[in-house]
């Protein structure tokens, strides 16, 4: 059985490709060690819910009362009481040493202010070098007053039930665990920074070492040739996929609302975009220096504009129109989507239409731009 | 029957020509030495008829086929081993010879018996199952002759394939371009060695890029440009040839002298006498010299056309 003329040396390119990459282990190595990193670390460490923050108390108080109201901002478990000063100067050096995200000053008349009917006031002083925590050292503190306060008024009014009520429900993560919003959109930029250096890598060391000069001599296709790099690429950067999904679900818990089969296909056509990319930077790439620095000029807009850490309609309109035209931001999107929300085909359809059009369309160019002749 | 022809061939690079108007033949079975200097467009001229470079003037052929219009047809005709080592340094012997073997349609049976045939003939066998990467230079370049060859080329291109290599694996891979010469194929080789030039049945010299002269060696030999009128090449052996060459040089009716081992070769006035030499010699303290007529070797033919070339182009 011979190939036909248009896709001529396919299998042969296809033959070389899986022996030298199972042969050289460390391509391998650094195609699968990283986006494993990735996925370990950011699953554990990235967690904008921070939990039991450092807080200093300075209570001149010292009654039952005050206790209760520390023990308030405990409980919340926002806060724990690393120290208790004993002056004001001591309140904010021990912020500004770094020792505290928070103080909170009770003065010495809160009890009696309290009693007599008359406002009480605390100072919380928050450390605003970091705005998450700031924020949410604020939000709780607040919550924590009007709480306290709500108690009072309604004992002293004689009312059970508060006015108006809020009953929140939170969907498809009640728990707002971080992994959850965060795992997803991980596989997307883990998947990216190895596959595209991976393929642009494997044309360009051909130039580097001279073996592309003797492609070019034989009668191999351009899609042989294209083809031959893109499949087994394909097929590892599959593998990879899966072994995240599985980290995903096993590791992070993170329960899979939606369809698995939607999970997969978005990954192949996102994982088709990627390596047709990566062929396209070998087509301009002379050396693998410059193609390491073209895949990181690439992937580096990924982290920061396809929402994986920051929403993308925050992103001023500049960014929002380069985040339009990353295929990481409608991957992220479809993780998220049929991860969390369990979308169906059907919402899902319009972001996979667009990774499969970008996937051929980058796939196209390169084969435009695909070297024939030497240069 | 050529099996190689370029007509006014031509590359130009922006505002630099590679290559200028370079036209010669090359017969079925002859081993053509290509030589000029680093950059004088060798390579240029080898890729071009490869077809893997377009010319920007001229044309090519190999066995009768145009190089631009046929270049799938020539892909076919011709094997290609490059410059450096370009073969899959992780891969083993018989994987990168089975890579080629695939990529020119060989499978199954046919491709295995193919591999053996050449592991028999570029005697590859103990390595077979050895990395590229970890061969010795001749070893490689005779891998690499060996994947060039899968198809049965009748043309083969080596683009320096002696570089680097040590004097026996030299001789060695010569032994194989002459077995292989000897079986019908037509062989264009580039090198730096005049020894190498010698054994070829025709040679070209590229300088500057242009074909300054294109021959059998012996026909090259015979130039008048080489054998000027009135002149005539001296072998002069001696103690201390040193310490004689700048002694001779000053006599008049010298027109060159270069030191080669233990005797200088001269280019002389035939007016130049045998006892004004070994006069001129005693000067210096050399009391002993064995003087004979000698045939310009294929470096004074290069040298002298060369130099000859250069004032041409000058004026």
Known sequence: MSAPRWLRGFRAILFKEFLTIFRDRTTLFFMFFPPLLQIIAFGFALDNDVKHMALAVYDEDRTEESRALVAAFVNTRTFRVVREVASVAELTATIRRGQAYAGLQIPPDFTRNRRAGRPAAVQVLVDGSNSTTALQALNTALGVAFQKSVGILLAETGRTTVPVEVRPQVLFNPELRAPNFFVPGVIGTALQIATVFAAAMSVVRERERGTLENLLVSPLSRAGLMLGKLVPYLCISLTMATGLFLILRGVFQVPIAGAVPALFLAALLYIFALISLGLLISTKAQTQNAALQMSMTIMLPSIFFSGFIFPRETLPGIFYAISTVLPATYFIELMRAIVLRGATWADNAPALLILAAMGLALFTLCALRFPRKVT | ?315
Not at chain 2, 95 to 101: D, H, R, V
Request: proline share 5%.
């Open chain 2, 1 to 315: 029957m050529a099996m190689i022809e370029c007509d006014r061939l031509t590359k130009r690079f922006g505002h630099f020509t590679a290559v200028d108007r370079v036209s010669f033949a090359v017969e079925k079975q002859s081993i053509f030495g290509f030589l000029g200097p680093n950059g004088s467009g060798k390579s240029t001229v080898i890729r071009m008829l490869c077809g893997i470079l377009q010319p920007s003037g001229g044309t090519a052929r190999i066995a009768g086929r145009d190089v631009v219009r046929e270049t799938e047809t020539i892909k076919g005709l011709l094997g290609y081993m490059s410059q450096r080592f370009s073969l899959y340094e992780e891969l083993t012997v018989d994987e990168n010879l089975s890579f080629y073997a695939r990529l020119y349609g060989l499978r199954g049976a046919a491709e295995r018996q193919r591999r053996a045939e050449l592991i028999a003939l570029t005697h590859l066998e103990p390595y077979r199952q050895r990395r590229a990467g970890l061969l010795s230079g001749g070893w490689k370049q005779r891998l690499a002759m060996a994947c060039a060859l899968v198809h049965q080329p009748p043309v083969l291109f080596l683009d320096e394939p002696t570089a680097g290599i040590d004097p026996v694996a030299r001789r060695e891979l010569w032994d194989l371009l002459f077995d292989l010469s000897s079986r019908g194929v037509t062989l264009f080789v580039t090198t730096h060695y005049m020894d190498e030039a010698e054994r070829c049945s025709h040679v070209g010299y590229l300088y500057l890029s242009r074909l300054i002269v294109c021959g059998e060696p012996d026909a090259l030999k015979q130039l008048p440009a080489v054998n000027p009128p009135g002149a005539r090449r001296l072998e002069v052996t001696c103690d201390h040839v040193t310490v004689g060459l700048p002694a001779v040089r000053r006599l008049p009716g010298v027109r060159a002298a270069t030191v080669f081992g233990q005797s200088m070769h001269l280019l002389v006035d035939a007016t130049v006498g045998e006892a004004e030499l070994r006069a001129c010699l005693r000067e210096v303290q050399i009391h002993h010299a064995d003087i004979r007529p000698i045939a310009p070797s294929l470096e004074d033919v290069f040298v002298t056309l060369t130099s000859q070339s250069h004032t041409e182009r000058a004026a």
